[in-house]
Nanobody, 124 residues
Framework: QVQLVESGGGLVQAGGSLRLSCAASGRTFGSHVTGWFRQAPGKEREFVAAIGWSGGTTDYADSVKGRFTISRDNAKNTVYLQMSSLKPEDTAVYYC?????????????????WGQGTQVTVSS
């Protein structure tokens, strides 16, 4: 069982940066793929980024490539999402998710554990 808690959301101006953190509990977290998803009002939850268990494999949505960076520190059971050059369209609730596999996937249906989400608001 893995429990996930996100933090680091907030209000930022367009062009600014934020770093989200996802703290996990569970002895096997280091063997889980972890991803970030986001959901804006009235829209479906969408994939943002994912990272393999060792940190060697990453994947990003086209909309955030070059602006967001996902990383992990298994010694701290934490995954990060560094967000730069933020745009108003990045405004959403950001969710951390983990799947009991070592294969990086982008489909939310393939993730087994979810955090409660953290709000990110980017003002223009």
């Amino acid at each position: 069982q893995v429990q996930l808690v996100e933090s680091g959301g907030g209000l930022v101006q367009a062009g600014g940066s934020l770093r989200l953190s996802c703290a996990a509990s569970g002895r096997t977290f280091g063997s889980h793929v972890t991803g970030w998803f986001r959901q804006a009002p009235g829209k479906e939850r969408e994939f943002v980024a994912a990272i393999g268990w060792s940190g060697g494999t990453t994947d990003y949505a086209d909309s955030v490539k070059g602006r967001f960076t996902i990383s992990r520190d298994n010694a701290k059971n934490t995954v990060y999402l560094q967000m730069s050059s933020l745009k108003p369209e990045d405004t959403a609730v950001y969710y951390c998710a983990a799947r009991s596999s070592r294969v990086v996937q982008t489909a939310r249906q393939l993730y087994d554990y979810w955090g409660q989400g953290t709000q990110v608001t980017v003002s223009s």
